[in-house]
């Protein structure tokens, strides 16, 4: 099974994913959250530079519904050193969708062809997608399927939920299936894969089955890309879940931002968001991660998280 990291927008940057490589790896690629404008930013740049990146296979992720745009930070990866950018047509946020971007862009179809149709025969790169199944209906699949299936793409990544689902609710692993069945395309499964448990996908947590489910469905299924699993569990991958690895994960991570970031609370803001995932990792640690979220300053966060990896570590 190959392993992917998911883009999330301003968790999965440049700096977690050297330190996440350092202290786990596993992860046969890595994805960089989206890059959106013409003229790439500071961050965005500083987050696909080589230097940044080494030791890993990082491919770029780019949101747009403009073919021009498109192509034209697809030439500045390609200037980096890129060989390979990824498309975001999956990306359920409100903002992102209301300017027809992301999974947005599913709403029109024929203008999606289009954009598919020009940048397939223009970009020096090779291209994968990253989507979901549809706007409203699980019916929208089918007219998708058959659109992606004409291009040469590298690989189609699907979350198979609806613009609508957002994240929650069931995934709809018929429709991974059907996509499946054609074959036309290399495929990589996302969505839900909060562990790599083996168990019925009718019993327990949601979504604790769904790498159950497709084991044996589609044995033939050998690439998944996973988000909040790690951020949750970081050794979910390579089975490493002693508090010792995590906590030099962490405090690594912490340094690093302490060092890249302008000004103590930006750390504060940027570390607290991670343990919201990252505090799955501790049973019954409600009460130290409410001192982490509610800490003020650097040395009441380092005593709030003393505090968890001390009693609950």
Same mark, same amino acid.
């Given at each position: 099974m190959k392993?992917?990291?998911? @883009? +999330? #927008?301003g /968790?999965?940057?440049y700096h977690?994913?050297?330190?996440?490589?350092?202290?786990?790896?596993?992860?046969?690629k890595?994805f960089?959250?989206?890059l959106a404008?013409r003229?790439l930013?500071?961050r965005?740049?500083?987050?696909?530079?080589?230097e940044?990146n080494?030791?890993?296979k990082?491919?770029?992720?780019?949101?747009a519904?403009?073919?021009?745009?498109f192509?034209?930070?697809?030439?500045?990866?390609?200037?980096?050193?890129?060989?390979?950018?990824n498309?975001?047509l999956g990306?359920?946020?409100?903002?992102v969708a209301?300017?027809g971007?992301?999974?947005?862009?599913l709403?029109?179809?024929?203008e999606?062809?289009?954009?598919?149709d020009e940048?397939?025969?223009?970009c020096?790169l090779?291209?994968?997608?990253?989507?979901?199944?549809?706007?409203?209906?699980?019916?929208?699949w089918?007219r998708?399927l058959?659109?992606?299936?004409?291009? @040469? +793409? #590298?690989? /189609?990544?699907?979350?198979?939920r609806l613009?609508k689902?957002?994240?929650?609710?069931?995934?709809?692993l018929?429709?991974f299936a059907?996509a499946?069945?054609?074959?036309?395309?290399?495929l990589?499964?996302?969505?839900?894969l909060?562990?790599?448990?083996m168990?019925d996908?009718?019993?327990?947590k949601?979504g604790y089955?769904?790498?159950?489910w497709?084991?044996s469905?589609?044995?033939?299924?050998?690439?998944v890309?996973v988000g909040?699993?790690?951020l949750q569990r970081?050794?979910?991958?390579?089975?490493?879940f002693?508090?010792?690895t995590l906590r030099?994960f962490h405090?690594?991570?912490l340094?690093?931002?302490?060092r890249?970031?302008?000004?103590d609370?930006?750390?504060?803001?940027?570390?607290?968001?991670?343990?919201?995932?990252?505090g799955?990792s501790f049973?019954n640690?409600d009460?130290?991660l409410?001192?982490?979220k509610?800490s003020?300053s650097?040395s009441?966060?380092?005593?709030?998280?003393?505090?968890?990896?001390?009693?609950?570590?």
């Amino acid at each position: 099974m190959k392993y992917y990291l998911a @883009p +999330m #927008e301003g /968790l999965t940057t440049y700096h977690f994913r050297r330190v996440y490589h350092k202290y786990y790896g596993g992860v046969e690629k890595y994805f960089t959250p989206f890059l959106a404008a013409r003229s790439l930013s500071t961050r965005e740049r500083a987050d696909i530079l080589p230097e940044h990146n080494e030791g890993m296979k990082v491919v770029p992720q780019i949101l747009a519904n403009r073919a021009d745009v498109f192509l034209c930070i697809a030439g500045e990866a390609a200037a980096y050193g890129y060989s390979a950018v990824n498309l975001n047509l999956g990306c359920p946020s409100g903002t992102v969708a209301a300017r027809g971007r992301g999974a947005g862009f599913l709403k029109f179809p024929e203008e999606l062809e289009r954009f598919l149709d020009e940048i397939f025969e223009k970009c020096p790169l090779r291209i994968s997608v990253k989507t979901r199944i549809g706007v409203e209906n699980v019916e929208e699949w089918e007219r998708l399927l058959e659109l992606f299936g004409r291009y @040469p +793409m #590298e690989e /189609l990544i699907i979350h198979p939920r609806l613009l609508k689902e957002g994240y929650g609710g069931p995934v709809h692993l018929e429709a991974f299936a059907a996509a499946a069945e054609r074959r036309k395309i290399p495929l990589c499964y996302n969505g839900d894969l909060i562990s790599l448990k083996m168990v019925d996908p009718d019993g327990g947590k949601a979504g604790y089955g769904t790498l159950g489910w497709l084991m044996s469905r589609l044995p033939e299924t050998d690439t998944v890309m996973v988000g909040r699993g790690i951020l949750q569990r970081p050794g979910m991958i390579t089975g490493d879940f002693s508090p010792v690895t995590l906590r030099a994960f962490h405090d690594e991570l912490l340094e690093g931002y302490i060092r890249i970031m302008s000004g103590d609370t930006n750390t504060l803001f940027k570390m607290k968001d991670l343990w919201t995932f990252m505090g799955e990792s501790f049973d019954n640690g409600d009460k130290y991660l409410k001192k982490i979220k509610k800490s003020k300053s650097l040395s009441e966060y380092r005593a709030a998280v003393d505090a968890v990896f001390r009693e609950r570590g």
